[in-house]
């Protein structure tokens, strides 16, 4: 009989909605059963693309004895981190304030009041490697539950305070200057790996914000140190394992320093903070190798994660079915000698292990490699590569595909907008900027109500129940200002504003500038969640200062520039000590302390082959967080373009920066060296 999660709309959620565990999702209504009933919550916490939740799941959840016991002696909820970051954030950080480490699949155990008193992540069914099983953990917390209450009352009790005495030190609200940047440039530098490129030891994440950052310090100052570091971090991951040889897009993270062998799972939020990367990259330094990843990524987020409703599926999933009726991690993209053989021929099986580093011991796990592109003297015909790369491609559709999970969250959508509409106008590819206006069309549609507020999520082209946060707010207003300086629709700009004001009005704190990662007038948690450092993604608090900032350029408006200086507060306390997880805010400091700069191209109409060139040399400038508007002139579209004429008849670029405007310009050439610094 399936339980309460039938009904909702998070697939990790569905993924476990015939077991026999009786789940409840996370509610008010859970908790007053748990207070009726008088047993402690169950807390289980992961996501759909989560290898070892399905095998926790697999191992415990689909065990019909394991599955008794819980439903005797525990309320047992279960929640999608990805629809409920807020959960998952504040009972992640009593599991790593309690066991100095935390992870996925999380195990909570919580009063009915919502207090957590015992913790873990994965769990085995029998004890092994020092771990206890499962059902010892569950035996132990009902005897303490039943036998102990004052014990777990107090241990609760103490957890709650001491998360609440967790105060950010935010450094005030003066915004980095020279001296805290060049200081984070400098920590990174103490951090780089310069054999492998990229950030510390195994496992290795792409440091897509960092990479950022860089880009923008190397265009303010001129570093050449910085862009040394970005390009050859990006060369190196492009060449490994991490990256998707034959389809395009990246992997989760590198299981070892030299970026060879990824878990496996790819992730939306990952490939559109990449695309957008690559595409930065070529926009410093024309490199062909930043150009085709840029577009190979963009292809297969439109390809493989684009749903029908014009939206962004999250993920694909690490495992699939090896062809035996096993799900194993990585099946779908790994290959042996034998397999190259029979998909190729001899001589092209020899010429692709050459290529793509394939080999009889392999990279891999029983044999079988990891397809990279190992630096090698040999030069490779192109058009053979070409065919190769073709037959392995369709060769590896006829596998079994990993699962994806369908629903669409508000904030990755907003990266892959921002990400589609610039690779889109840099490489003259406007069925991108189509896939990114699709992705915002339904974004206002469905996640937007009629105060502008956000969901988080939908499937189906169906809301869901949660309400945004903060990262939402920040990386759908960030998405539509890109879009807003590629498309030239003020509607864009608009929206963003709408957002924005809810960012003003419900997360900052009035007095100290600094931002929650939940609305004001959210559900309550044991704690209101706040967090300025980057993880997988840019913090909502820095997603949501660099959008504050990129929106008071474009309008002149001093509440949303404040805003933003006084959120970015917390860099200067936190990006010379840890640059590595504040890239994206050191990456908004660069473009406060460039200005940013305000362009405005005007022209008798957006079809116009001058003015095409003008909007297009201004959206290749490299200038921090430069601003776009582009339009006929005297147009009200965009505040930017009031009061700028045609020059005698020709369409011109105006270019502004701390309240002080260049000459208008008619030539390309002035205007590229404008927006350089």
Sequence with gaps: MPNRLAHETSPYLLQHADNPVDWWPWSEEAFEEARRSDRPVLLSV?????????????????????????????????????????????????????????????????????????????????????MPSFRQ??????????????????????????????????????????????????????????????????????????????????????????LQMAQDTCERMARGGIYDQLGGGFARYSVDRDWVVPHFEKMLYDNALLCRVYAHLWRTTGSDLARRVALETADFMVRELRTEQGGFASALDADSDDGTGRHVEGAYYVWTPGQLREALGDDDAELAARYFGVTEEGTFEEGASVLQLPQRDEVFEAGRIA???????ERRASRPAPGRDDKVV??????????????????????????????????????LDEQARLTRTSKDGRAGANAGVLEDYGDVAEGFLALASVTGEGVWLDFAGFLLDHVLARFVDEESGALYD????????????????????????????GALLGYAAHTGSEAHRRAAERALGVVKALGPRVPRFIGWGLAVAEALLDGPREVAVV????????????????????????????????????????????QQGAPAAYVCRNFTCDAPTTDPERLREALSS
């Design 387 to 393: 065919s190769v790369r073709q037959r392995l491609l």
């Design 410 to 447: 508000a904030a990755w959508n907003g990266l892959a907008i921002a990400a589609l509409a610039e690779t889109g106008a840099y490489f003259d590819r406007p069925d991108l900027v189509e896939a990114a206006v699709g992705a915002a069309d339904l974004l206002v549609r469905v996640h």
């Design 603 to 646: 022209g008798p109409s957006l079809s116009d082959e001058a003015t095409k060139t003008l909007h297009r040399t201004a959206l290749l400038g490299t200038a921090p967080g430069a601003v776009v508007a582009v339009g006929a002139a005297e147009s009200d579209e965009f505040p930017l373009l009031a009061d700028r004429p045609l």
């Design 137 to 226: 953990v569950l035996e132990g917390v009902r005897s303490a539950w039943t036998d102990r209450r004052d014990e777990v009352a107090e241990v609760a009790g103490k957890i709650v305070r001491d998360l609440a005495g967790r105060d950010i030190s935010y450094g005030g609200t003066e915004a980095p200057g020279e001296q805290e940047l060049a200081q984070a440039l400098l920590g990174l530098t103490r951090e780089y790996d310069p054999q492998r490129g990229g950030f510390g030891g195994a496992p290795k994440f792409p440091p897509s914000m960092v990479i950022e950052f860089l880009l923008r310090h190397h265009a303010r100052t001129g570093a050449e140190g910085a």
């Design 518 to 545: 939940t609305a004001a007038d959210a559900e309550r948690l044991i704690r209101r969640p706040q967090d300025p450092t980057d993880n997988a993604v840019p913090s909502g608090w820095s997603a949501a200062a």
């Design 46 to 130: 992961g996501y759909s693309s989560c290898h070892w939740c399905h095998v926790m799941a697999h191992e415990s959840f689909e065990d019909e004895a394991t599955a008794e016991f819980l439903n005797a002696h525990f309320v047992n909820v279960k929640v999608d981190r990805e629809e409920r970051p807020d959960v998952d954030a504040v009972y992640m950080e009593a599991v790593q304030a309690a066991t100095g480490q935390g992870g996925w699949p999380m195990t909570v155990f919580l009063t009915p009041e919502a207090e957590p008193f015992y913790f873990g992540t994965y769990f085995p069914p029998a004890p092994r490697h020092g």
